[in-house]
């Protein structure tokens, strides 16, 4: 664990030091593309010069290091190893599970109006298989777990909703959903990409399903290496997909040709995988763990809505509306806001241009500090806004 500040809060300045994009910008877009952390770049940067001069002769030694990077993502969300699987992107991981489950005309998936895009399309997918996707819609910015309830039938098959909103930061009760829906036989997918990585999730608890979320964003990953999990009785409902020489038991015979699928999620990872990529995302898990990272608790998270909550405070004193949940366990990393009278994609740019780098989405401005973020950030993003508003 990191040391403790004599002020008896918890010290952040080590994490910020081991983010070096924190000495050039004021980052509050970690819920698009979060710069990656230094141990992330050191590892791959190890990673790289042994490619270069060794090649294949240190490959034992990568694949070793993915296996102990499994270890350290199931211990994070409380699943066992053999429920992780290791895909490029959240997409993958959605699309995996759409066209793995064994569909029948006539049955539907319920999700949410206001998801993003890559958990609409696979399912809206299946439609040329006779399978209806139902969008929840989301009045305002909670979302209503009765009414996504009310909204399935006795040929729902899945529910898949986003933990943590990408365009409000709404975060959900995932027990109370999961619940819900095993209580009338429906799966859970649950697109964990805006909350892994700062929040809690332990998914023995929660009894979810199927979970997928890049490491691109919270965990402070490199993009094209995420995870897949994969509850372990749920493995068999679904239909190998992408499958190669790494789908088997015997996955280092190759004179052995029998289909004779691994019983774990790693069924799906075919052939080569990404390992500079997984090596970096482990050394990024492994910083985030050290700072109280954990599936039952984090101290990360208390220091996210932290930031997000004076970020919040100082950009209402602009004249800004600020539109994400203020208050109780529905708060995230991301708060989404207005500056009415003013062009928002105009306002981001000059951010952008004087290094203070935030998000446009669905008609609003989006900032998403992770915990190294520090009050001398938020003075910045305020400064920059301020200009204009004083004009």
Same mark, same amino acid.
Request: glycine residues 6%; proline residues 4%; charged residues 20%.
């Given at each position: 664990m990191v040391e403790v500040s004599q002020s008896g809060g918890q010290d952040w300045q080590p994490m910020?030091?081991?983010?070096?994009?924190?000495?050039? +910008?004021?980052?509050?877009?970690?819920?698009? +593309?979060?710069?990656?952390? @230094?141990?992330?770049?050191?590892?791959? @940067?190890?990673?790289?010069?042994?490619? /270069?001069?060794? @090649? @294949?002769?240190?490959?034992?030694?990568?694949?070793?290091?993915?296996?102990?990077v499994r270890e350290r993502a199931a211990q994070l969300i409380g699943a066992d190893s053999r429920e992780i699987a290791f895909v490029a992107n959240t997409t993958t991981g959605i699309s995996l599970i759409a066209e793995g489950l064994s569909w029948e005309s006539g049955d539907n998936v319920v999700t949410l109006a206001n998801e993003f895009p890559s958990n609409l399309y696979p399912w809206m997918n299946l439609q040329s298989r006779g399978v209806e996707t139902r969008r929840v819609p989301v009045d305002d910015v909670a979302v209503d777990l009765n009414r996504i309830m009310e909204t399935c039938d006795e040929q729902t098959r899945l529910i898949s909703v986003s933990w943590v909103s990408y365009l409000s930061g709404w975060r959900l009760d995932v027990a109370a959903l999961v619940q819900a829906a095993h209580d009338r036989g429906i799966l859970v997918f649950l697109d964990a990409i805006q909350g892994l990585g700062v929040f809690p999730l332990n998914v023995a608890q929660t009894g979810v399903d199927f979970m997928a979320a890049d490491g691109h964003k919270w965990m402070l990953g490199p993009e094209g290496a995420g995870l897949l999990y994969i509850r372990q009785d749920r493995l068999d409902q679904l239909r190998p997909l992408g499958v190669g020489w790494h789908s088997v038991t015997h996955a280092h015979d190759f004179s052995r040709i029998e289909l004779d699928w691994k019983e774990a999620a790693a069924r799906y990872e075919g052939g080569s995988q990404n390992m500079a990529g997984v090596i970096g995302l482990g050394a990024s898990l492994d910083m985030l763990a050290s700072y109280g990272l954990g599936c039952n608790d984090s101290l990360l998270a208390p220091r996210v809505l932290e930031i997000a909550e004076l970020a919040s405070d100082r950009l209402e004193s602009l004249g800004a509306k600020v539109v994400s949940c203020r208050e109780g366990a529905h708060r995230s990393g991301i708060v989404s806001f207005d500056l009415p009278g003013r062009d928002l994609a105009a306002e981001r740019r000059r951010c952008a241009a004087q290094a203070v780098i935030l998000s446009c989405r669905g008609g609003l401005l989006r900032i998403s500090p992770h915990a190294? /973020?520090?009050?001398?950030? /938020?003075?910045?993003?305020?400064?920059?806004?301020? /200009?204009?508003a004083t004009g």
């Open positions: 910020r030091q081991q983010m070096p994009a924190a000495s050039r +910008v004021a980052y509050f877009d970690h819920a698009a +593309v979060s710069p990656i952390s @230094g141990p992330a770049q050191e590892a791959i @940067g190890r990673w790289a010069t042994q490619a /270069v001069e060794q @090649g @294949g002769l240190v490959w034992a030694q990568w694949a070793q290091r993915v296996e102990q190294y /973020v520090n009050e001398e950030d /938020v003075e910045r993003l305020i400064e920059v806004l301020s /200009v204009e």
